[in-house]
């Protein structure tokens, strides 16, 4: 049972790219959710998803796309890279809404 | 909008005595869940305790307890008998009972323990 897995760890990359932090969990959780965390902030909520097929804007979604085509995985695709989303992303499951949240190890994006 | 607040951004224990981060937040909600979650170098975010808002009960898991006041709206977390893998950053989270499952975070408290 490898939980909630991020690829990858560490990415570099240039204003304007484009690039997608990938997310996975084996738990069959139907809620999951992308937190981004900055310096002094604490962890602020991107976009999260129910389920397959539904999304939904948290916080601060503003750059950020998510889709949710099965169960397991859920990825977030930066269009045009900015420096003000260098930023340290985490990714998170739940069976339900009551349930305790479990996070993935992390993927560290620095934006040149 | 919830609110969560830690005003220790850095606390020090010395190894095998005990200390208390504390947290407060804000919300106009009757039922919810709090949370503090551990995040040691390696950046993984580990849970460390939960508590419902509907219990009177505080929670405890080992050496780690909480003192959960909720008119006052504060959620302390305990560690007793400190121990040198306890240093991390810990992070008290909100949930409401309804609604997204989203967590709304504090800012931190970085914890050192002292040999």
């Known amino acids: 049972n490898a939980g909630v897995t991020q690829t990858p760890k560490f990415q570099v990359l240039k204003t304007g790219q484009s690039m997608t932090l990938q997310c996975a969990q084996d738990?069959?959780?139907?809620?999951m959710s992308w937190y981004r965390q900055d310096p002094g902030m604490g962890l602020r909520l991107i976009h999260y998803s129910v389920g397959a097929g539904i999304t939904d804007q948290g916080e601060v979604p503003n750059g950020y796309n998510v889709s949710r085509s099965t169960t397991e995985d859920f990825p977030l695709r930066l269009l045009s890279a900015a420096p003000s989303q260098t930023s340290v992303y985490f990714c998170a499951s739940s069976y339900g809404p009551m349930k305790t949240q479990y996070f993935g190890p992390g993927t560290r994006l620095l934006v040149l | 909008a919830q609110t969560v607040t830690q005003s220790q951004p850095e606390m020090s224990v010395q190894e095998a005595e005990t200390v208390t981060l504390s947290c407060t937040y804000d919300?106009?909600?009757?039922?919810?869940?709090l949370f503090w979650y551990k995040q040691p170098p390696s950046r993984q975010m580990i849970l460390v305790i939960r508590q419902e808002a509907y219990k009177q009960q505080n929670a405890t898991e080992n050496r780690f307890s909480v003192n959960f006041q909720k008119a006052a709206k504060s959620f302390s977390l305990k560690i007793s008998d400190s121990q040198l893998g306890d240093a991390a950053m810990y992070f008290c989270a909100y949930r409401r009972e309804t609604g997204a499952n989203n967590l709304f975070f504090g800012t931190g408290t970085r914890l050192t323990v002292i040999p």
């Open positions: 738990m069959n959780h139907e809620y």
């Open positions: 919300t106009s909600e009757s039922d919810y869940y």
